[in-house]
């Protein structure tokens, strides 16, 4: 008797429905494609396993940015949140970052609730197991080049695509860890995902190990709050989204708490530290640098003798406590001993033990730079899968691998924003570039342009590219076009208003704490004080009421580029620069066998990332200026030559 098995025709499949296959789901939809998003549980769309919180220190850079492109994330935590906070406020505003407590259910319901209502897009519960695929050529050298054809699921359904986007965050062969105990599951306790990985090993992708880890959750009831610091949320409300205003969004808050470790907590920590599967050898992949465990941070650190633990709520609707700060892997018994030496925490229940969790990535500079794999054509990647870390970071990767699929799909170029453009572009960068022997996190660090990348400007930036794409409407354009134009007649207003060194001027100046002028000023340069900006100033301002009211963040734009003009000019003068670079490109065709006088390694590393442009070889891990230069002089060459033969011809 013959078995009848399901058939299924796509454009686009994702595999994944985290916050990277959200998007990518989402933008393909939204572009025309008809697609597919599975997940292996309803419960698992949008999940965030780890910390109830969107944004944060140049995460929130992400967010804005994927807002300004026409992605779903900020809106979707600007319904959800239940605390609002920027970060460093206390520094420029290159490092200010958004950062939002999110109410962890309903962040879920909403974004499955989006996806459920967009046209193009199917959502299904289902676990792929197997890519579809087809070999077109196989080099000298045995490497074989790929086409997607679609995917398999365990169940024996075929869905043929003409583009299939991998999203499996860290759920490929997962296990979850602590102590001696070992589930074989995805975060939370949600079934892995045990067939892709060896179909894409077999079909000749790179898999590796790597780790994450998430802390324990703590009953609310039995929390002494009286022996923390109370974090309160931010009086004025920012929104993520800039289709948004603080009044569309504000509402009542809730409160977050800090609390410290002592010498006790560490003590029981190294007295255990042997039953610790981090330590023993027991954990296999590489963990996150930036995000050590509550072990790692002891032993690496001896002289610290506390550390932050921040006690921040998971939702409206629970009880359940995220204890950030306390990652571990450590044993039940000993959790339950560390933890109770927190103030505040004597008599505290766990609700949710800390875990490791283990999962299969990929190298991802097996991709180009729009997120395809470079031997296998159709296929994409984005998230964790590609050895990132963090929600936003994946969200970011998503929706430029789902617009570029659905680009690939339509013939069009793809959608690559340079490290100029934005944090985006410093991310996808870093990723395809350089070799990430650990999950990469996001830092303003990262960025060389970051005074141009701040979060305040993101639309400014990208909202042109995102329009160009299709995922901006006209309505919005339309008003995103009406506040550039305010900025910038504002701007251009204040630089040419004059104010006289008279007695009212001086008086105000005096007043504010600032130096008397000796002749007349504009009110931009006045507004380049420090201790001055475009609101003081309105007395002074002749025509101030026939302008009307300004947005606030009309405002901001206003003072920043004023104030910051000098840097912001010099910063772009480099972006010149770095574009030169970028626009010299490496022919995808070229032997670097060829190229005399390139060291070993460089030759190695070229032919392994194989750059785009001379920009991305000098980012390369292993390529030294003296490299680029030879590399350089090669293209130049070549180049010379081709002309020559042409104006022959």
Known sequence: MSTSVITEE???????????????????????????????????VALMPCNPNIGGSSKGHLVREIDALGGEMGKNIDKTYIQSKMLNVSKGPAVHSLRAQADKGEYTKHMRMTLQNTDNLTLRQAEVSELIYEVVS???????????????????????????VLCTGTYLKARCIYGDVVNHTGPNGLSAANGLSDSMSDAGIFIRRFKTGTPARLDKKTIDFSKMEEQLGDEHIVPFSFTNTEEDIKREQISCWLTYTNEETHQIIKDNIDRSPLYSGFIEGTGPRYCPSIEDKVMKFP???????????????????????????LPEDVQYAMIRTVPGLENVKIIRNAYAIEYDCIDATNLNANLEFKDFEGLFAAGQLNGSSGYEEAAAQGLMAGINASRKISGKEPVILDRSEGYIGVLIDD????????????????????????????????????????????????????????INNEIERVSEVMVGANKKVQEFLEAHGSTPLKTAASLAELIRRPELDYIMLEELDPDREQIGTLSSEVIEQINIAIKYDGYITRQKQQVEQFKKMEKKRIPEDINYDDVSNLRREARQKLEQIRPASIGQASRISGVSPADVSVLLVYITALNEAKKNNSDKE
Request: glycine share 8%; with cysteine.
């Open 10 to 44: 796509y454009d686009v499949v994702v595999v994944g429905a985290g916050h990277a296959g959200c998007e990518a789901a989402l933008a393909a939809a939204r572009l025309g494609m008809n697609t597919i998003l599975f997940t292996i549980s309803m419960d698992s």
């Open 138 to 164: 196989v080099d000298e050298a045995g490497n074989a080049k790929r086409v997607i054809k679609g995917v398999k699921t365990f169940s024996g359904a075929t869905y043929y695509a003409k583009a299939v």
């Open 303 to 329: 002289d610290k003798n506390r550390h932050q633990l921040f006690i921040e709520p998971e939702g409206e609707f629970t009880n359940e406590m995220y204890m950030g700060g306390m990652s571990s892997s």
């Open 431 to 486: 990723l395809v570039t350089k070799e990430t022997q650990e999950p990469y996190r996001m830092m303003t660090s990262r960025a060389e342009y970051r005074l141009l990348l701040r979060q305040d400007n993101a639309d400014l930036r990208l909202t042109d590219i995102g329009y160009d794409i299709g995922l901006i409407d006209e309505e919005r354009y339309k008003a995103f076009c009406l506040k550039r134009k305010q």
